[in-house]
Every structure is written in structure tokens, then in C-alpha cells.
């Protein structure tokens, strides 16, 4: 039995909301998702550029998909099948269909360069990808290195029925010339895929908990992306955990949730695809939220209930004209995560929306939902939240003592919703799972008496761009391969737009090199996010008696 003693955020809770959640209440995600597509069956689902399916429609065409992997390719199951798209209708179809067929999910960040892309399909093992062609052409390249015997491929408007999926693909690939030229012997387009499971039976599989349902990739501190094992049981967890927590303030088949971060994230992943889903919602996608007066237009006359996204999402949108016209009578719920939510821009959406912006705090290894604000707060707290349903955290010093209440340590967490471990990486995962299964987050922070839990500082070198996770050491593997430079290192400092930006501080082995030159050389090899937007050339580097580059210097010093 727990008590408040035990965990002194019950305390805390919202009437409701229970301790502990059903595990078992559901054996896997497809299981879930079939019931929910027989329960909300003629409600709309998910929305993309005026196109909208339905439960029934995103039931019949996954079922579709996963009748071709299963009975054209021939995939068993548990083989991974790589996932490289963002937010357009196919993606659903795609995810449901894998996991309804047994198989596993490997999440690609689209924006990929050849050498980030190359080590994820390489080291999943992913034997078939879904592709946009936008971003074919990468894949193109490092195709021949992988284990990838299957490509499907498809373009934006795939989905939008004709004509607007005609007129859609022709100004995609023509107009604004975003499909680069690539070739893919044997490629298969998606909708052929799904024309031809159609007709075919979807062989009977068990899926249980220990299934896995996806290989989700964070950064690692050995430079090199690293697959956390999130099982049928985790995510189950997860959103059963997040349902109990937001429970009052959703109506079942009423919401209308905006899905503006990318899906293959796994806050969207989670929150909105998985739990908005099993609520019966419709998930209106947006394929390019960094076009904000496009994005804000597309919320006109649309009468939307909740929305999730980062600090930099939510202050973009309040400094887009227009935005703050918009009708916000229904929004009962917005959710932060994935990087700390600064006051002003909360205290600013309040006033603007009429809603509080509630921060969470979560990562990829627990699915991620650890800690949730009570969604009727009256104002933000400035805590990352009370721990949800079924979880534990502990505040621990470095030898795995657990402190006192109110002391500064790292915050540990334990739950159903906890990762297996890293795929193929045993040594990494014992370096944050205790064998008790107490997961090391690498975030230093205190709980108060009440159970709130507030993020003090960061214990890893890790950077964090607008809820994205960057890793030193994969930055500085990528520009010490740059000719002239000697040595490098690379920190996070603060910026007003994205949370923390990449910093480089660079020893010249090459009087003539520039920065223009390792700015060149990082967007050949690193996406978007892990550029750096700040270069700075020195003659040494500090570092301690052994040699070790000390960061935190580099990070306290001026840009």
C-alpha cells in the first residue's frame, strides 16, 4: 500500500487522479488502438491540409499496411521497420500499421544528413523504410551501407484525394522544388502498399508488454544516437498514466488537439498521437510549424481544445500577428515540455489565450511522461509538476543515496513506463538503470514538501534546442573531422529564441581556417538543431590536469 508518506505528491494530487494506474489494462498498443477505433468509429481522427480521416478510415488502411508487411514483404515479427516523415496523414497509417503487424517502429528524424541517418538504420538493423521523397535522397545515399531490403516511398499530398493531391505534389516538387532528385531501384510507393494489403488477411499475432513497439533514438555521450527500448508495456503505461492525469479535463470524442511538434518526437508521439487517440480526438497535424503565419492561419475557424509543443513553439505563435484573434473559447488544456518553460512566455499565453501553459517534464527513455503540472492550476508554478500515477522519483546523490526532501541531487525515476534499456548497449544502460530499476536522469533537482518537483540545473554536458536533445561529443566528433581544426569544444549557452544554442570554441590547426568553413562542414554532417550558432577560435582550451576539457568554464565565458 503507498502512502503520502511514501510519496508526498498524493498529497498533492487533484481529487481523481488515482495512485496507481492498470498496467494490464490493455496487452498492447494495437489492442488499445483497435478498441478505439470500434468505439470513436465515425469521428474524425487526424486532419492535414483539408484532408481528414476518420477512426474508420485510419482502421481499415492501417490494417491495410500491416497485411502487406506481413503477408507482401514477408516481415515476422519484431522486425523493424524505420519510420522517416513528418507530421502528414501517412504517418498514423504507417505507425498503426506497423505495430498492428508485430513489428517495430524506428523513428527517423527526416531532417537527417546521410551520417546521422546511416548509423540509426545501421544500428536498429531496420530491414524496410517508409520515406517521404522529400527526404529520399538522403536515404538514396547511404542506402547500400544498411540492412534495408524494403523502400516505400511517398509524397505530401499522397493522401489528399484528387485533384488536390495532383496540384499539392506537382507544387511541392516543381514549384517550390523541395524533392531533390534521387533514384531507388524497386522502391514501392505507399499507396500501392496499401492497395494491395487491402485485399490481403493480416496474419494473427500475439503482442504482449514485452513486445517491443518502438526503438526511439536520443543522443548519446559517446557521440553516437542510441536506441531506447520502449516496450508495448511502457507506452501502454504511459498512457494510461497521462489519461488518469489530464482525465477532467477531457471529454471523450470532443477534443480537437493541435499537433504541431513532430510525431517522431516522443512528447508528440506520446501525448499526442497515443493518449489524445485513445480519448477519441481528432489530431489536426502540422507539416511546418516553423511557418508561423501559415501555421496561425490554419488554426482560424478551428475550434481547437488542447495543444502541446515546446517554449520556442508557444513564443513563436505570440509573436505571430493574428495569432492573438484568434477564438480561444474552447482551449482547456496546453502542455509544455520537452524544455523549460520560461515564465514570461506562460504569464503571456495566459493573458493571450485565457488558458494556463501547464510544463511537464518527461524524457525518452520513460516514454517519456514522468512529471505533469495539476491541469487546474491557476497559474504557472514554475515546477515541472507532481509525478504521475504508478511513478517514483527519488532525489539521489552520486553513490545512489536517496536525500532528504528539499535537498539538491539527481532526479531518479522508476515506473512501468521506464525503458528495457538501449538497444544493444548494455554497457550505456547499466550506466543509468540501477539494477533496482531506478533510471538516472542526468537532471539535477529537488522535490518540495508538497511533491513538486523543480529542475535545478543539468548534470550531463547535454544541450537542450528547443526540446531537442544535443550532445557535446557527437558535435565535436563531426568538426575535429574538419581540416584545420585542432581541437574543439562544443557547449550549450543560453538563447532567447530556442532555450540554449551550440557553441563551438575552436583551436586552429589551420591559421586560414574560417568559420564560414565549419559552418559548411557542420550543415554537410549535423541537422539543423546541432549547428552551431555561435563559433569562437581561441589558442587553448581549459582543461584539468589530465587533460579533460572543462565545459563549464567555456559555457560561463561570453559569447
Not at 224 to 234: E, P, R, V, Y
Not at 256 to 281: E, K, Q, S, W
Not at 286 to 297: A, E, L, S, Y
Not at 308 to 313: D, K
Amino acid at each position: 500500500m503507498t502512502t503520502s508518506n511514501d510519496r508526498p505528491w498524493l498529497a498533492s494530487y487533484p481529487s481523481g487522479i488515482p495512485a496507481e494506474i492498470d498496467v494490464n489494462a490493455y496487452s498492447s498498443i494495437a489492442a488499445l488502438f483497435e478498441e478505439t477505433c470500434e468505439r470513436f468509429r465515425h469521428r474524425p481522427a487526424f486532419a492535414n491540409l483539408g484532408r481528414t480521416l476518420s477512426y474508420d478510415d485510419l482502421d481499415r488502411l492501417s490494417r491495410g499496411f500491416a497485411s502487406y508487411l506481413r503477408s507482401v514483404l514477408n516481415l515476422g515479427k519484431g522486425d523493424r521497420v524505420a519510420v522517416m516523415m513528418p507530421n502528414v496523414l501517412q504517418y498514423p497509417i504507417a505507425v498503426f500499421g506497423i505495430l498492428r503487424a508485430g513489428l517495430t517502429v524506428v523513428n527517423v528524424n527526416p531532417l537527417y544528413t546521410a551520417r546521422e541517418l546511416r548509423h540509426q538504420l545501421k544500428d536498429s538493423g531496420a530491414v524496410a523504410i517508409v520515406v517521404l521523397d522529400n527526404f529520399a535522397a538522403v536515404l538514396a545515399e547511404v542506402l547500400a551501407e544498411t540492412d534495408v531490403k524494403h523502400v516505400l516511398t511517398t509524397s505530401i499530398g499522397d493522401l489528399l484525394g484528387f485533384p488536390k493531391s495532383l496540384v499539392t505534389n506537382f507544387v511541392v516538387k516543381h514549384v517550390k522544388k523541395m524533392v531533390p532528385s534521387y533514384r531507388i531501384d524497386h522502391a514501392v510507393r505507399f499507396n500501392r502498399a496499401l492497395a494491395q494489403g487491402a485485399g490481403r488477411q493480416l496474419p494473427a499475432t500475439q503482442i504482449g508488454h514485452e513486445d517491443i513497439a518502438f526503438l526511439q533514438y536520443t543522443g548519446g555521450t559517446t557521440g553516437l544516437a542510441k536506441g531506447a527500448i520502449l516496450t508495448h508495456g511502457n507506452m501502454v503505461a504511459n498512457m494510461q498514466q497521462a489519461a488518469a492525469w489530464i482525465a477532467s479535463g477531457v471529454r471523450p470524442g470532443e477534443e480537437i488537439i493541435i499537433t504541431a511538434l513532430p510525431l517522431y518526437h516522443i512528447l508528440a508521439l506520446t501525448a499526442n498521437c497515443l493518449v489524445f487517440m485513445r480519448a477519441g480526438a481528432l489530431n489536426q497535424l502540422i507539416t511546418n510549424p516553423r511557418d508561423m503565419p501559415g501555421f496561425v492561419k490554419s488554426l482560424k475557424n478551428l475550434p481547437f481544445t488542447a495543444i502541446t509543443g515546446v517554449n520556442t513553439l508557444f513564443n513563436g505563435l505570440l509573436n505571430t500577428p493574428g495569432f492573438d484573434k484568434l477564438d480561444f473559447s474552447k482551449l482547456r488544456l496546453t502542455l509544455g515540455g520537452g524544455m523549460a518553460v520560461q515564465r514570461s512566455v506562460a504569464d503571456r499565453w495566459h493573458k493571450v489565450t485565457g488558458c494556463i501553459l501547464g510544463e511537464a517534464y518527461g524524457l525518452t527513455e520513460t516514454s517519456p511522461a514522468v512529471c505533469i503540472n495539476p491541469i487546474d492550476l491557476s497559474e504557472f508554478n514554475g515546477s515541472i509538476g507532481l509525478p504521475i500515477p504508478s511513478t517514483e522519483v527519488s532525489i539521489q546523490d552520486d553513490d545512489g543515496k536517496t536525500l532528504d526532501i528539499g535537498s539538491v541531487g539527481e532526479l531518479c525515476v522508476r515506473g512501468p513506463q521506464v525503458m528495457r534499456g538501449y538497444w544493444n548497449k548494455p554497457e550505456e544502460t547499466a550506466k543509468v538503470l540501477s539494477s533496482d530499476g531506478w533510471l538516472r536522469t542526468g537532471d539535477i533537482a529537488r522535490i518540495d514538501e508538497r511533491g513538486f518537483v523543480y529542475i535545478v540545473d543539468r548534470k550531463k554536458d547535454m544541450i537542450l534546442v528547443s526540446g531537442f536533445n544535443v550532445y557535446p561529443n557527437e558535435i565535436e566528433d563531426v568538426v575535429i573531422a574538419c581540416p584545420g581544426v585542432l581541437e574543439v569544444a562544443a557547449v550549450g549557452v543560453p538563447d532567447e529564441k530556442s532555450g540554449e544554442a551550440v557553441k563551438l570554441v575552436i583551436v586552429k590547426k589551420d591559421a586560414n581556417l574560417t568559420a564560414e568553413i565549419v559552418r559548411e562542414h557542420c550543415k554537410t554532417n549535423l541537422t539543423g538543431y546541432k549547428q552551431p550558432k555561435y563559433i569562437e577560435f581561441r589558442d587553448s582550451l581549459p582543461k584539468t590536469n589530465v587533460g579533460k576539457i572543462l565545459r563549464r568554464e567555456l559555457r560561463d565565458s561570453p559569447k
